[in-house]
């Protein structure tokens, strides 16, 4: 199993920045592409953006230029820093990670989210 803990939410101004982190622990070998989804209250959750163990990076269009998506392997953790924060971006934050087995399969994994929310 793979255990993903987010942490960095909190409450700020528009126009605001936060840095959100997660913490990939257990058996963390074959994780591949790891990602940020959010979820507002009523709304479906979304891919927020995504990056894969080369780096490669992609973003939705409503955070593209605002937020950057990066991980440190050596510490087992994925960021997210969100500048030019809007009230639209209030959403509880995701950490998803892909592990792919021995057998070849992906299996995914959530961490239990943190909570953002920007004031207007």
């Known amino acids: 199993q793979v255990q993903l803990v987010e942490s960095g939410g909190g409450l700020v101004q528009a126009g605001g920045s936060l840095r959100l982190s997660c913490v990939a622990s257990g058996r963390i070998f074959g994780i591949n592409t790891m990602a940020w989804y959010r979820q507002a209250p009523g709304k479906q959750r979304e891919l927020v953006a995504s990056?894969?163990?080369?780096?490669?990076?992609n973003y939705t269009d409503s955070v593209q230029g605002r937020f950057t998506i990066s991980r440190d392997s050596a510490k087992n953790t994925m960021y997210l820093q969100m500048d030019s924060l809007k009230p639209e971006d209030t959403a509880t934050y995701y950490c998803?990670?892909?592990?792919?087995?021995?057998?070849?399969?992906?299996?995914?994994?959530w961490g239990q989210g943190t909570q953002v929310t920007v004031s207007s």
């Open positions: 998803k990670a892909n592990r792919r087995t021995l057998g070849g399969t992906n299996v995914p994994y």
């Open positions: 990056i894969t163990l080369s780096g490669s990076t």
